[in-house]
């Protein structure tokens, strides 16, 4: 049976699931410079979740050269016994990649995935040669493969003190606790080769190979976060792995509140939460202008601020400590809360400016699974782009705050200022939308013929199948919007366009 990884190959070679110092373009078989890259993803040295050598691509300047050079069937067979032996002989603790073979543009690669490893730091032979016995640590600096300085080799037996919460068995658990359709769902909207062929896999096989379980074949048990995205009730095994959004329409000091708790799979309860507030709490507001057609629109808090605020308390969150995230809404702000707060490395002033930037992420693993379903970019990138949401939007710049001892983090998005207008005056006519359909929105967004992504980006939307459930869908189903190859959907020239009757409802 063919191996695949976990992964789509052509997404692997654009880069649009891995970032390039994950990534490394090998030729040909070089036993030697392989090795000490192995090594250094094994090594994981900022908690990226290792990484992937591609063998049979050349690289320029760090982009992969296509198509491929290619490996010939006789090369891969002795690459993956050498492959067998150096990771018994060359590196300590004992190491092996998982490979696989693609055909790719009419050419055999062989990709090595080397996540990071459970047992670092990991060090290897310096040199193969028979008369040579040096060893040394190897880390990933940017692009490249070196040796680790004095002071990394310092901090590297720092982190080998513990294993990331998210990468640790969990021995409470068995590999029914794993769900099939979750995990089938997940490869299918990654685009993995898995999805396609994962029937003839057992469920002990597919989650080794996807790095959410492990262990000897006697006693395999699922990873953390195995559990966390591909468990129907995670609150099981991790108490409080929840969002609670509540409302206060008169304040938190008012009598009224309404309170709506989403439980289950980590990327089901961002999408379902996510959903949830821009349905009944995101609005857009329309001031029609006397002296000029134009009409000014703003929203309360702008969507893409609300999807990355939340995305990164999912993601940075603890999953020891049993308190939710909780996200509240009143007139005048939405704040979100999360426990702990960031890295003490980090200093609250650079926060706030969004140049704070972590090289260590709590939960590594969690983060590899929401960037490939695109909900997070997981490079210090959210305040950034929290910021410049909000500027966009002309609303107040947010806030960012902790405690002394880094305890909680709270994310404060306030209102737009005009989004509760005083009394109209004959020069201004305020006219306060308070709820923007999904279908009109993408007629709104629609500008001629755009393919499905020129779409999605159009409206600032981040999750590709929140997009086509929320907003593709109910928009072609109301005939506002069509497809130019309507018998074809999945066609690769697929364009969108507005209906006559989108047009008509772009002029009520």
């Known amino acids: 049976m063919e191996t695949k990884l976990p992964i789509n190959i052509s997404d692997l070679l654009s880069k649009r699931t891995v970032e390039s110092e994950r990534i490394e373009y090998k030729s040909g078989w070089n036993p030697e410079s392989i090795l000490h890259s192995i090594c250094a993803f094994a090594n994981d040295f900022h908690n990226l979740g290792g990484g992937y050598i591609v063998i049979g691509v050349e690289e320029n ?185 509540v409302y206060f329409p008169e304040g938190p000091a008012g009598d009224r509140f309404e309170e709506k708790v989403f439980s289950g799979p980590l990327d089901k309860i961002t999408r379902d939460a996510l959903n949830y507030i821009n349905r009944n709490y995101i609005k857009e507001i329309v001031i029609k202008h006397a002296d000029k057609p134009e009409a000014e629109r703003f929203w309360n808090f702008p969507l893409a601020a609300v999807e990355e605020a939340v995305v990164n308390a999912v993601y940075h969150r603890s999953y020891e400590i049993r308190e939710p995230i909780e996200i509240r809404i009143t007139p005048e702000e939405l704040v979100v809360l999360s426990f702990p707060g960031p890295d003490r490395s980090i200093r609250l002033p650079d926060l706030q400016q969004g140049k704070a930037v972590s090289r260590r992420y709590r939960n590594r693993r969690i983060g590899e699974f929401l960037k490939e379903l695109d909900l997070t970019e997981g490079r210090s990138t959210g305040v950034p782009k929290i910021l410049r949401a909000m500027n966009n939007n002309g609303s107040p710049p947010p806030t960012f705050d902790t405690d002394e001892d880094r305890s909680f983090f709270l994310t404060r998005l306030v209102t737009h200022p005009n989004a509760q207008l005083p009394e109209a005056t004959p020069e201004v006519t305020p006219e306060v939308t308070p709820e923007v359909t999904p279908e009109e929105r993408v007629c709104r967004a629609l500008k001629g013929e755009m393919t499905r992504a020129q779409l999605q980006q159009a409206l600032g939307l981040r999750d590709a199948e929140y997009f086509r459930k929320a907003f593709l869908l109910p928009a072609l189903n109301a005939g506002v919007v069509a497809m130019t190859i309507p018998d074809k959907p999945r066609s690769s020239k697929q364009r969108y366009y507005l209906t006559a009757a989108g047009k008509k409802r772009l002029q009520l």
């Open 61 to 245: 300047n760090g982009q992969p050269v296509l198509p491929p050079c290619g490996l010939m069937s006789e090369q891969i067979d002795k690459i993956q016994k050498e492959l067998l032996n150096l990771g018994h002989a060359a590196i300590v603790p004992a190491y092996h990649p998982l490979s696989a073979v693609y055909r790719y543009m009419e050419k055999d690669i062989l990709v090595l995935w080397v996540p990071g490893g459970e047992s670092r730091p990991y060090k290897s032979k310096v040199s193969l040669s028979a008369n040579k016995n040096d060893w040394s640590w190897y880390i990933r600096k940017h692009t490249s493969t070196k040796k680790a300085s004095a002071d990394e080799e310092h901090e590297l037996m720092g982190l080998a003190a513990t294993v990331p919460f998210d990468d640790r068995y969990r021995l409470s658990a068995s590999m029914q606790d794993l769900s099939p359709r979750l995990i089938q769902e997940y490869l299918t909207a990654i685009g993995s080769d898995l999805a396609a062929g994962n029937e003839a896999l057992n469920i002990d096989d597919i989650s080794r190979r996807m790095n959410i379980a492990g262990g000897p074949t006697e006693a395999i048990f699922p990873k953390n976060v195995g559990l966390l995205f591909f468990n129907e009730h995670p609150a099981r095994f991790f108490p409080a792995t929840q969002i609670d959004v």
